[in-house]
């Protein structure tokens, strides 16, 4: 392709873009779709997992991951409130009294699929915003003309060699009607699907390769701890990271479906940090939003009643006060954070514990006590008796018209790429010659780009 109709393609591109009325709320879907994909990998073997072996049911899941997103691109509140608990319980229940308890029928499994796809999302938008991204916006700071939701995209897609698509497809007379009856609202088939088409149209744009390139420098410039960090597993709220909640979330969804969930085992399905974790830095000051202990339930919860229950004390019985936060302060929600109001003790233990008694939002309550243990960092004086505590840092930043990097990693070799032999699978590589013949132009496009974060 000639320098000329390469950038009229890219052109084409941006006014693409710019021609969604509401892509601005849709970012980040790409993300999303993503991190379904890769829970995959950590179901067990088993029924559930066999069903991500069927073309139609990826169909499904990758189309509901889209989903709550997608009605903030129809300028419709179902996207808002496709997002929540309120949703996904009436979808569940409808599931369940139409196609229950075998759940064996094309139709069953594609509703099953598009619920797994909207509950990823749902609790990774929680998760994400509050943890990684929260982490990113104290080191990186917002950028209020560059949403780090459409931006960390770029991050996957050249970095990571993330490139999908996804075709809309989904149940839109069922979910019109289930969101419908939950919401009092009448939420009409045809804006679901016009939704969704737009969703499927961000897939193509996010993974599109000329314009993921050029953007993809502005993403390392305004936010480099995130890129330095959205793909490292070890970094809570990354999307690897999120990926192995999800799949611990659909399992319990998937118990609920056929009823043999148990609202004790099944409360709490993940914490940050993992019982017996070590290193938890002491203070919030020093680590911010990764100083907080997280909490994810398998149940959504009411902020009201169960918001303030989890307790902290330290080994020796010490009560430790603590503020709660729900994700968003909202009061339906799968995460609550709990954050120490005093810096806690050098190398010592904590104990947090969620009392028996919470009442989940489908009407259950835990009869036992969960409770995890965790070890705090120690004195930078006592240094022999620990490992010590390595913080999350902003990694080496690729340089524009070096090679690529994985995040985290430096660049192994910051020469110029060959620009006379780019190839089809080269993916991001190839882009970077081309990237920086265009980082002037789209300078002006891109400020055009009202990209508003909703979540
Ligand atoms: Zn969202």
Redesign the pocket.
Known sequence: MSSSSSRLAWLGAVLSLLALPSIGEAN??YS?VHMSQLAVAHLPAGELRDLFDDPAFVIAYENGSML??SGYAAGDPYGEFA?WSEFRLAYIQYIKDNYGPDFDSAEARRHIGVLLGAAS?GIS?QSYDTTLLARALEIDEEDPELSPDQYADYFIVIDDDVVFTVDADAPYATLSEVMTAASGREVAADTIMEGMDQAARVTRLQSDSALAGSLYWRAWEAYPFLGTHVYNEAAPGSLPYMSEVIAKHWQVLWRRLHDTDDPDTDLVIHTVPEDGGVNFPVSVEEAGAYGRVGIWFGYPFDRDIVGEMPTMRSADGTPVAVTHHAAYDGRFRSFLQLEPTAPLAFDTEYIVEVPAGVPTLDGRTSTEAYSFSFRTQCAPSDLDACPPYEPFVTGEVPVRGGSRTDAGAPPEDAGQPDAGAPTEDSGGCSLSPRAGGFAALPLGLALLLIWRR??
Request: hydrophobic residues 10%; without cysteine; proline residues 10%.
């Open positions: 980040g879907l999303h709550p997103d997002h999302h938008d909703r979540r």
